[in-house]
């Protein structure tokens, strides 16, 4: 700690902000712990940085501008203002608090592959929607992803608008792309420093490269072959090779456990085993051998209408049963006119990475769930995803899952076969996040499929009231395959709209095909 910081230990901030323990900073910035009453967080720190520069006031307005983003995974910005302290004017902002960041971790150890990709789902997370709404978070290291109690978020005090050219970011730091010399911002440059920070958290050592060549950076070859692959994906010199956030997290969605096969619940009861599978079919064969029997004797004349036999089924073995939950069970009449939507199940949390005790995973804010209601009767089929990393966009594309397309193909008298689905991937929204969810989110996608039945254009028709679920369900609409229409036997581009209704119990999606 400076000798200046000690001194301002005790001072106040514009009036309001009483400085309490230094808990960090460098010759440009000061951040300290403040008493804050405005909102409930469990602590918050104030950032205290020179106003003395042309670039102030464009600072305080990013800090504005960021204060309206809301994200789980972002460290959340409260206050901010201009103050004088000691006589010298300066600039400040107030923020959650975060006891432990990755940095300290990575000090002590170095992550193991399974702890880093439990980082990188919610760090390509909040990236993403950082970058939906116009912003680049420039700063990206361990230091700067921390844990707020037990849930990971990333900082948000360094965010700049997107093609925002920056003379203010002083020398280029050892995670800043190559292109930042010339005070460039773009996403691009974010993909560049979350490649350098997951090679630094499986190695303790950032990767060797020099800004005066055109090589690309060293990596070590000991690293799990998924994550080098991805980390060279990362660190490519030219900004336009390198992947995007939506292809890391797609890489993610591949790499994560095959989903299982789609089953439709049955009216009656569901089988959880190859056990009672073959205990039903010996009771069908039974039950044909005694109706076979009991028509056998039937003498009624050919003219003379067939007698309605009624057949009590026994009721099946509790052993053999999986109880099918009332959401996941529409009515009767719905079930014989349409598929039945799978019901999501609730995702296995993390081990531990990162915590503000110990060291551990990334969960969503939790609240008391609301009481589940009936599935709405559905038009199509839902995909269960049990991982809880995010899928997306373009390459590389998840396997395909094959799924009773709502529309199946169908002949107009004009000559049109209409499309169907292939394979639907439904928003990555964990549990404890959907937890927090009151009666329905409801998002409307609008795509654009090609003549090979790929998405080429995901854009909203409706993107609900949250912006979170909104940026998850419009990266996986990218992600869906097409049987494409045909014209005269010829395939031709079209458009689909998705329609996806999330809740507490469930995720289901009603797609509809709309033109040609």
Known sequence: MTEAATKQIGQVVDGKFRLGQFVGGNDRSSVFLVDYDGQEVPKAAIKLIPADSVDAPAQLARWKQAAKLSHPHLIRLLQMGRCELDHTPMLYVVMEYAEENLSQVVARRPLSPAEARDILGPVADALAYVHSKGFVHCRLKPANIMADDDLLKISSDGLCRIGEYSGSLGKPGAYDPPEAAGGRISPAGDVWSLGMTLAEVLTQRLPAWERTNQAEPSLPSNLP?????????????????????????????????????????????????????????????????????????????????????????????????????PQAQPPAQSRAQSSVPAKVQPKPENKPVLSAKSASPVRTPQQAPPVAKPAPQPVANSVQKPSEKKPPASNPAPSPIPVQSAAPATTSASGVVRGKVLQQILPDAPQKARDTIRGKV??????????SGNVTEALFDSPGPSPYFADRTLVAAQLWKFSPAKIDGRSVPSDWLLRFEIDPAAINVYPREIAP
């Open 442 to 451: 409801r998002i409307s996608v609008k795509v654009h499929v090609n003549e």
């Open 225 to 325: 072959p998924e994550i080098l692959d991805l980390a060279r994906h990362c660190l490519r010199r030219d900004p336009q090779l390198r992947w995007t956030v939506a292809d890391i997290a797609a890489r993610l969605q591949q790499n994560s456990p095959t989903p299982p096969k789609q089953i439709t619940p049955s009216p009656q009861t569901s089988f959880a085993n190859p056990r009672a599978i073959g205990g039903v079919v010996l009771a069908g064969v039974a039950l044909v051998a005694i109706l076979g029997g009991f028509l056998l004797f039937r003498t009624h004349s050919q003219n003379q209408p067939a007698a309605s036999v009624a057949v009590e089924q026994p009721p099946a073995q509790p052993a053999l049963q999986t109880k099918v939950s």
